[in-house]
T-cell receptor
Framework: SQTIHQWPATLVQPVGSPLSLECTVE??????LYWYRQAAGRGLQLLFY??????ISSEVPQNLSASRPQDRQFILSSKKLLLSDSGFYLC????????????FGAGSRLTVL | DAKTTQPTSMDCAEGRAANLPCNHS???????VYWYRQIHSQGPQYIIH???NNETNEMASLIITEDRKSSTLILPHATLRDTAVYYC???????????FGGGTRVLVKP
C-alpha cells in the first residue's frame, strides 16, 4: 500500500533562517506531488506541484522554492524565512490519471518567530 | 478549474443526516466533483467524487443534480468525529492540480 511521510512534524525557526521540509511517498511510481500551506484559521493554498523529477510549477510568488530530486521525494525550502511563512504545510500525492484522488501527509507545522 | 460556493458553516445533530450543499454553476463537461474533509490539525481526507451519477461509499453519498450545477454531500448518520471542514472541489481530468476553496465548517452536536 502507498504511504506518505512528512518531516519534521513541528518546527520553530527564527526569522531569516533557512527551511527544509521533506516529503516522501512509498508504494507508487511517478506520482504527482503537491505542497499546500494553511495559515492559522485559513484555507489551503496551493504552493507547488510537480508531475515528474525536476518539474516544478509554482502557484504563488513567494520566498519559498520546491525541488523534486527523486521520483518520490518532494522538498520545500527557503533561504530566509519570513514571519508570514508560519503555517501548516501539507504534502500530497496522486497518480495523475483516472480518479485524481489526493492523499495528504500528516503535515508540518512551522512557526517563525 | 470551476469555482465552488459552499456555506461557511453549519451545525448538525449527532445521529442525524448531514446534507452539505455545493454550487458549481460553471462546471464544464469533463470536470468531476470531489469532496474532502479536514479534521482539526490533520491533513485533508478524501471522501468521494463523481461526474454525473450519484455515488455512495462507506463514508458518504454524493448527489449531483441533472444539470451538474450543484451537488450535495450526505453524511447519513453524523457522529461527533465528523466535525470538520468539508471542501467541495471541481476538477478537470485534463488538469493536474486541485484548488481548495473555503469549505463548510461542520459542527456535529450531541
Amino acid at each position: 500500500s502507498q504511504t506518505i511521510h512528512q518531516w519534521p512534524a513541528t518546527l520553530v525557526q527564527p526569522v531569516g533562517s533557512p527551511l527544509s521540509l521533506e516529503c516522501t511517498v512509498e508504494g507508487t511510481s511517478n506520482p504527482n506531488l503537491y505542497w499546500y500551506r494553511q495559515a492559522a484559521g485559513r484555507g489551503l493554498q496551493l504552493l507547488f506541484y510537480s508531475v515528474g523529477i525536476g518539474q516544478i510549477s509554482s502557484e504563488v510568488p513567494q520566498n519559498l522554492s520546491a525541488s523534486r530530486p527523486q521520483d518520490r521525494q518532494f522538498i520545500l525550502s527557503s533561504k530566509k524565512l519570513l514571519l508570514s511563512d508560519s503555517g501548516f504545510y501539507l504534502c500530497a500525492w496522486e497518480l495523475g490519471s483516472g480518479a485524481n484522488v489526493l492523499t495528504f501527509g500528516a503535515g508540518s507545522r512551522l512557526t517563525v518567530l | 478549474d470551476a469555482k465552488t460556493t459552499q456555506p461557511t458553516s453549519m451545525d448538525c445533530a449527532e445521529g442525524r443526516a448531514a446534507n452539505l450543499p455545493c454550487n458549481h454553476s460553471t462546471i464544464s463537461g469533463n470536470e468531476y466533483v470531489y469532496w474532502y474533509r479536514q479534521i482539526h490539525s490533520q491533513g485533508p481526507q478524501y471522501i468521494i467524487h463523481g461526474l454525473k451519477n450519484n455515488e455512495t461509499n462507506e463514508m458518504a453519498s454524493l448527489i449531483i443534480t441533472e444539470d451538474r450545477k450543484s451537488s450535495t454531500l450526505i453524511l447519513p448518520h453524523a457522529t461527533l468525529r465528523d466535525t470538520a471542514v468539508y471542501y467541495c472541489i471541481v476538477f478537470g481530468a485534463a488538469g493536474n492540480k486541485l484548488t481548495f476553496g473555503g469549505g463548510t465548517r461542520v459542527l456535529v452536536k450531541p
